[in-house]
């Protein structure tokens, strides 16, 4: 076997990869068994140079050979060869190769399994009973997606915030999917914002069909992941990407009870030109002037609802203007007069889990 242009390098797949003029060149052989690269040239729309270069790949590759029976004389009678006479010889190192990156893979595979064994019988060790702290955001993924592959029955989220990264979007479909195909109920509860989202709007369809369930509140409690009632992640304290893994009993039945709470008091999900929409713009409205008659900020308001501060401006600005007050305290003192200070009706159909 000659893998002579490929300078040494069988492994590399491009060394034997055919380019579309290659594969052309190669029928106009087979067709005409000859080399006449200015006819070929021709007859394939090519230049001279991307002919001859591909002649000197068929070539190098044996895919073209000289034909035998016309003779030293004839030398630029040639032949196509079988490509099932080629592929063997020439893909031998690729798969010697394949074999021995497996055999590789296999050994690293079992050798992290060993130290993921030896990794959380330490944490487990030296952390307080039922909690543990992953201090980064890849250690919570790779927790995250433990827990994923080890759930049975149920996956609970509350997932604050109305903007989501249509990278990320697609990344949770495919777990939930999976998830879902287990026969796992997955429930996820966000802001009304969410709604408004687009990437939000195509994932909540998609993983709907698959039989999720969605719901959208105006205020959440914050974030939470809970699988099988029996552990739950809540954010770190100190506001970066770790996370705390909570296996405590009491509290994560604690943890459950507080979504529970809130799940029985949102709203379906459902698109904003759907039914619903009037509904989520007037808890907006009633919620943004609650939170301005409790004095909170323009930041904590957009936190607390999970929208941009430019949103949340917009929002306070349209409701001042609407009022025609001037100041906050006057839309306060407006709003409770026109009943937005009112609590709004429950919303149909969220009375149970």
Aim: one cysteine or more.
């Amino acid at each position: 076997m000659s893998m002579d242009i490929c300078d040494d390098r069988a492994s590399d797949a491009s060394c034997t990869a055919l380019s579309a003029d290659e594969m052309a060149a190669y029928g106009w052989v087979l067709d005409h068994r000859r080399t006449d690269p200015a006819r070929a040239a021709a007859d394939l729309g090519l230049t001279r140079g991307q002919v001859d270069a591909a002649f000197a790949k068929l070539t190098a590759l044996r895919l073209v050979v000289p034909d035998a029976e016309a003779g030293p004389e004839a030398p630029a009678r040639v032949r196509a060869v079988d490509p099932d006479a080629v592929l063997g010889g020439l893909t031998e190192s690729l798969r010697e190769s394949i074999q021995q990156r497996q055999s590789q893979l296999q050994r690293v595979q079992e050798d992290f399994d060993r130290l993921r064994e030896r990794f959380l019988r330490g944490r487990g060790e030296t952390s307080p009973a039922g909690l543990e702290v992953i201090p980064s955001l890849e250690e919570v993924r790779a927790a995250l997606n433990r827990a994923s592959a080890e759930c049975r029955t149920e996956l609970m989220t509350s997932q604050p915030g109305g903007n989501r990264v249509p990278a990320a979007m697609e990344e949770a479909l495919a777990r939930d999917t999976a998830l879902l195909n287990r026969g796992i109920r997955i429930r996820t509860l966000y802001h009304h914002t969410a709604r408004f989202n687009g990437p939000s709007q195509a994932y909540v369809a998609a993983a709907s069909a698959l039989g999720a369930e969605y719901r959208t509140a105006h205020e959440l409690f914050g974030r939470i992941i809970v699988f099988d009632r029996e552990l739950a992640f809540i954010p770190d304290h100190m506001g970066t990407w770790g996370a705390v893994a909570v296996r405590e009993p009491s509290v994560v039945a604690y943890l459950c009870e507080i979504f529970e709470q809130a799940w029985t008091h949102a709203t379906v999900f459902s698109e904003a030109g759907q039914d619903g929409l009037e509904r989520v713009a007037k808890e907006l409205d009633h919620t943004i002037v609650r939170l301005l008659a409790a004095g909170l900020k323009d930041e904590a308001i957009a936190r607390r609802l999970g929208m941009s501060l430019r949103t949340a401006r917009r929002h306070i600005a349209d409701i001042m203007e609407t009022l025609g007050a001037e100041s906050r305290f006057q839309a306060g003192v407006l709003a409770a007069r026109a009943g937005m200070t009112d609590e709004v009706d429950a919303p149909a159909g969220a009375t149970g889990p």
